[in-house]
Structures are given as structure tokens and as C-alpha cells.
């Protein structure tokens, strides 16, 4: 990151089954202070032996470090009024980060037309797209949203991920096979993915022949 926009890092936009925003504890947070972000090796290896095991405080973790700013969630999960209502992090600056929480796509996209953000790392959880999942208490066996209404929430045409890929910071894919019925139909849903945004399939390479290797459909 420039050292120019160190104040003013990326918002992270998140489809995810679940709200994943766990604060660390004040010992985690001295952790963190201590980590050399500098280092891959240093963030890679306290991301697999120090964050959560089921993955629920990595966003916090980054919005406590200034990492990522604002946090724009769309989920299923919540039972309750307040699991919606906004709430606040200061990191470790005193700077302040808003997390809103979004039932409906349309309600993200209407907020994120509406806001002044410049920058953002836009992140999937593959598991968001299931509707019935047995690993979350809900139902006896995995459903799943429409190709169709997957293609079309995330088409290039959509006036949401145009404006995200105005923004585009970095994009993560987490594949949940666990929380999505298996090693395949992650697979399965990664693909459609794959198929909606680029040409040829995601990480294509041919030595010497660019014309072959994986592009972004939207950039002619």
C-alpha cells in the first residue's frame, strides 16, 4: 500500500453466509501490534497458527491493523434486530471503522452508489450461496441460489460490480468446501464465477503467449 494512502486503506465489500466479525481480544490486539507487515512470511504464518481456527475475526483482525476501512457485509446470517444494526472498530490509530450489514443485495448496492468510497477489496465466501445449509441449522440438506441469479448479481453489467471494479483494490475467494457441501460443488460454484468474469479459465498460463492466458471479459 502507498505510503500516500496508509490513512486511507481500501473498504472491504464481503458476500458471506456468515457475519464473521469477531473483535480480538485485548492480547490478540498486542499480537497484531507486534506483527511486521512487512513481512509475508511473518503474516502468512500468524494468519494460519494465530487467527481463529473457524475464521470468524480475520476481517476485525485487518480493520484493527488499518488494513481494510469500512467493512460492507451482505449475509445470511442473523436471527435478531440488532445482528443488523451498524457497528464501530477503532483500530489501533484511534482511527474509527463503520461495519454495516446488509439483508438484501439491493440495500449494499444502494448504500455503496450513495457513498464516497475510492478503493475496495471486494471479497466471496462461497458458502454465500447457499440457502438451506446443515452446517448453519438450516435444513437436512445443502440448496443452493440459481446459476442464473448468481450470473447476475455478479455480471460485469450490474451497476454494483461496475462501480466495485471502478474501485478494484484486490479481490479474495474463499471456497468453503466444508460449508458448501463438498469439494465439488465449491468447485462448481467457483466455476460459475470463473465463467462470468474471465477468459480463458482463471489462472491460464501459456509461457510466451499472452494471448492465451486468462483475461478479464469485461476488458475489451
Known sequence: MKEDRINYPPCLVTLDWHQDLVVPEDMEKKDLEDLDLNSNNDVATYAWANLSSINDT???SAAYLNIIGDIYLHCHQGSFDRDWEDDQIID????THTIKKFKEYKDLENCLLLSDENYVYFDIDLDFFTLKN?????GADYTYLS????KEMLSHEHSLIQW??????????ATEPEHTGGLLKSNRLLNVINNIWFRPSLFTSYPGQWDKETKWKHLR
Do not use: A, K, S
Not at 489501533?92 to 482511527?95: A, E, I, P, Q, T
Not at 446459476?147 to 448468481?150: D, G, K, S, T, V
Not at 466495485?164 to 475467494?173: A, P, Q, S, V
Open 134 to 138: 446443515p452446517l448453519n441449522g438450516e
Open 58 to 60: 480475520h476481517i476485525m
Open 164 to 173: 466495485i471494479f471502478r474501485r478494484l483494490e484486490g479481490i479474495t475467494i
Open 147 to 150: 446459476e442464473r441469479i448468481i
Open 92 to 95: 489501533r490509530y484511534g482511527n
